[in-house]
T-cell receptor
Framework: DGGITQSPKYLFRKEGQNVTLSCEQNLNHDAMYWYRQDPGQGLRLIYYSQIVNDFQKGDIAEGYSVSREKKESFPLTVTSAQKNPTAFYLC???????????FGQGTRLTVV | QKEVEQNSGPLSVPEGAIASLNCTYSDRGSQSFFWYRQYSGKSPELIMFIYSNGDKEDGRFTAQLNKASQYVSLLIRDSQPSDSATYLCAVRSSWGKLQFGAGTQVVVTP
């Protein structure tokens, strides 16, 4: 089945540790996105990539890093520099010509 | 100014009535516009997309776009309790950035 897979679904980390969230898609989409969602809030764009080996910062990139070495993969690292990392993280992918974005099931990160 | 703005609600709608949701955006070069529905704790799912000025209908849903006014709306006819969710407006800019509004919570009351 084609789709976007985020793993893990739930993730717990201690404060000060870096953590990497996985996002894999087999839809052959060029564009991929990472969003953060806090309770009762909308989606805020962290990073996006329209092509392999290229990515751009979104509105809240500080404390996060990404890589796009393969078309199907766009991992997000939450670094210790991110002051409030506890949130619901959503990955999405789309074709670059304006069609809709499809979402993974999300990763709920809790930092204690 | 936020790039995509929505009223946060909640919007309370009697069952069977029409729910009207609004969204404005700041980038005049935006190319495509989407409405997503999100249930609590779940990821967003696409309801409608619209690229051209005017109306687009799909079942009980109608999206309306006015690029001159930088305004996009969603109408839900014959609202059902299962329509109770948060509705997210999304706008894709000409350079590919996909931005979301804060979402409008809709509550359909029996």
């Amino acid at each position: 089945d084609g789709g976007i897979t985020q793993s893990p679904k739930y993730l717990f980390r201690k404060e000060g540790q870096n953590v990497t969230l996985s996002c894999e898609q087999n839809l052959n989409h060029d564009a991929m996105y990472w969003y953060r969602q806090d309770p009762g809030q909308g989606l805020r764009l962290i990073y996006y990539s329209q092509i392999v080996n290229d990515f751009q910062k979104g509105d809240i990139a500080e404390g996060y890093s990404v890589s796009r070495e393969k078309k199907e993969s766009f991992p997000l690292t939450v670094t210790s520099a991110q002051k409030n990392p506890t949130a619901f993280y959503l990955c999405a992918s789309s074709t670059p010509i304006g069609l809709e974005a499809f979402f993974g099931q999300g990763t709920r990160l809790t930092v204690v | 100014q936020k790039e995509v703005e929505q009223n946060s609600g909640p919007l309370s709608v009697p069952e069977g009535a029409i729910a009207s949701l609004n969204c404005t955006y700041s980038d005049r070069g935006s190319q495509s516009f989407f409405w997503y529905r999100q249930y609590s704790g779940k990821s967003p799912e696409l309801i409608m997309f619209i690229y051209s000025n005017g109306d687009k209908e799909d079942g009980r849903f109608t999206a309306q776009l006015n690029k001159a006014s930088q305004y996009v709306s969603l109408l839900i006819r014959d609202s059902q309790p299962s329509d109770s969710a948060t509705y997210l407006c999304a706008v894709r800019s000409s350079w590919g950035k996909l931005q979301f509004g804060a979402g409008t919570q809709v509550v359909v009351t029996p």
